[in-house]
């Protein structure tokens, strides 16, 4: 459709809101990616996680309450002329294919109008607030900037935002209550690992009793909380212990979601050093599989957490479920994969990791993508005995 076929949009693409923007950071948790995303610090203030490419090279800066509360300002303002223009469409305040289409391939208007428009026309009304480590915002001001999001967008779903356990575990429960009364939802923590010697040699800044003191203070402040943990990270020396104590440390905080995002270390991240002069030796994908196996039947009996593993980096996106009722559904997964023949195994993991499969079920579903992998198995393998391993780490490393 053309501007011509649509006089409003013409119209409306040469005011003065189209080119307004306000900041956005880097990265949001995969399951905010149809939220409204605005920068409230900027980067890490930590910085040091050897395993994390995301903020290295970029300082830590707080924004001030007036910088943010600008960018909410120029949030609102944007979403007041986008819903002004469906009305003007006559589709009464609805953003529609059309207007979507419009929007995101005329350049007339800003990357921040465009995410706008994305995020009214999915209509998820949830925002995340970014970057790595809010609570690290003094509370009077976090609290202000939360009132004022939520006074400028009152019909708001969810608000949620990522932080560092050692951070929560410095503010008091006072203050906590505090911030979620003023309109947060959610905190997105990285636990990664409840192993205090794997949390030390990775860097991470915080011990286990840390990540339990914060997240059972996020949830006695009535926020719902959720845990990353990375499958993999314990390497051959420490996988074990880091499935086994990842899971008692979950166990004592019972978060709401348990999220896995598998370890990957291209060359370009930190750990690729420790992998280069022999420290570190990285699990295979199978090992990685055994890793979840334990870690899932090691958690208490009690825990009612629901396990997610959406992350495109996971190579089993369906071990998902809610404890302890799907305990045993999940771990009937992992015993599918570990039970098919080897040559299956690797068809799938090629797979699966060029974004033909999501599940092991779509395995047989469509015969042409299963022969082709199959023909690139025969071709690898022709070629030497690490050449499959090497082409399956190339296409898991580009999501990084
Ligand atoms: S705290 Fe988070 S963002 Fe910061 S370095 Fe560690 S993993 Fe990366």
Redesign the pocket.
Known sequence: MSNKDMPYLEEKSTNNVTGLSFEQGPIRPPNEARSLLLRITR???????L??????KKKFSLRTVEEVKKDIQTARDIADDIKALSWKMGVSGLITDPIISHIISNNNYSYSYKSVALWLYYGTGECFLQ???NFIIKTRDFVDILKFLREKFPDLKRVTT?S?SRTISRKSLAEMKDIKEAGLDRVHI?L?SGYDPLLKLI???VTAAQHIDAGKKVIEAGMSLSEYIMPGLGGEAMWKEHAVETARVLSEINPHYIRLRSLRIPTHIPLYQKIKNGEFKMLTDDQVVEEIKIFIESLDNNITSTITSDHIMNLLEEIRGKLPEERDTMLHVIKKYQDMPESERIIYRIGRRGGAFSSTDNLYRDQITYNKIKGLVSELSAKGPDEIERFMNEMADQYI
């Open positions: 980067n890490c203030p930590w910085n040091q996680c395993f994390c490419p995301v903020y290295k970057d790595a480590d990522y560092r990285g990664e860097k991470k800044g």
